[in-house]
């Protein structure tokens, strides 16, 4: 009997044990997701911002300038906290001096739309872990337990594409190939080379997200991304001389070199300052976000 009776233990242990170990595991099965993204971007450098002083980073954030974004991203959950998301983002940033009341950015008057393709790679870490659920999230349901909000953090690397353009004479105008602060030309003696139009960016952010079933989620994200560049709106150093840039470039640079509202007071005069090179451009992302989970694929049994 008492044989019996531990033969019994040991295989209720057994298959406990046996379960345990499958739902452990079970993050396994769902490792592949897609996610789709639709939102909102915002840009943070020498054009537009608050109404007072320039400062850096989200304190110059100017809400009239957002702009909509949207993209998609491939993600693999790793290990059980731990994802990699490959990704795609594309949007449109812009920046206004004429909607900030800082008299020096007033007056400067320029102004820049730049669209941006944004191609790169994070990962992502799960603060809080992820609940098994049922299929249909109901409450109470015996067995189950509810799904909940996961909340994330995340880092990595990305690189975007670029093209400012200034409106002027009722038009967009390119503005990488008007030299406008005489990079790439004879007065260019610290780069000798125009700025280039693809640059390096450090994403990160945070993000939550909430399990509508076991297959799809919905979220909401919020990005930054430190950039390597000062040109996303086409202004980092000091007014360029006009007569050069009419003569060596165009009739049209010398102009959209210099928009500004009172040319009198000097402050727009050759070598006079134009943006801060001590800061480079940042912009944003605030993204709701649609994840499926790709189901794995089963093979037939084969008879």
Do not use: C
Not at 54 to 83: C, E, M, N, P, V
Not at 218 to 246: M, P, Q
């Amino acid at each position: 009997m008492i044989f019996k009776n531990t033969k019994i233990n040991l295989t209720l242990l057994f298959v406990l044990v046996l379960l345990s170990t499958s739902y452990g595991q079970s993050w396994k099965r769902y490792r592949k997701e897609h996610i789709y993204m639709l939102g909102a971007t915002n840009f943070l450098g020498d054009l537009g911002g608050d109404n007072r002083e320039g400062r850096h980073l989200a304190q110059d954030l100017d809400f009239i300038s957002t702009r909509a974004a949207l993209g998609f991203g491939y993600r693999y959950r790793w290990q059980k906290q731990i994802y990699l998301r490959g990704f795609i983002q594309a949007g449109i940033l812009k920046g206004s001096d004429k909607f900030t009341k800082d008299p020096y950015r007033s007056n400067r008057n320029l102004n820049f739309r730049s669209s941006i393709v944004e191609l790169g790679g994070v990962v992502e870490y799960m603060i809080s872990k992820e609940k098994a659920g049922h299929r249909y999230n109901i409450k109470k349901a015996k067995g189950f337990k509810a799904m909940s909000l996961q909340n994330y953090v995340f880092a990595g690397v990305s690189g975007f594409f670029f093209n400012p353009q200034g409106f002027y004479d009722n038009k967009w105008n390119n503005l990488h190939e008007l030299h406008t602060e005489g990079r790439g030309t004879a007065l260019d003696t610290l780069y000798n080379k125009n700025y280039s139009r693809l640059a390096i960016a450090i994403p990160f952010g945070i993000g939550t997200k909430y399990s509508i079933n076991r297959y799809y989620q919905i979220g909401l994200e919020a990005g930054f991304r430190k950039v390597f560049t000062d040109y996303i709106d086409d202004v980092s150093g000091n007014y360029a001389d006009k007569n050069f840039l009419t003569q060596n470039v165009s009739a049209l640079s010398a102009e959209m070199s210099d928009l500004s509202n009172n040319k009198a007071n000097n402050w727009t005069a050759a070598g006079q300052q134009r943006g801060n090179p001590k800061y480079k451009d940042n912009y944003m992302f605030l993204m709701v976000t649609l994840t499926r989970k790709i189901m794995p694929h089963r093979t037939k049994a084969k008879f």
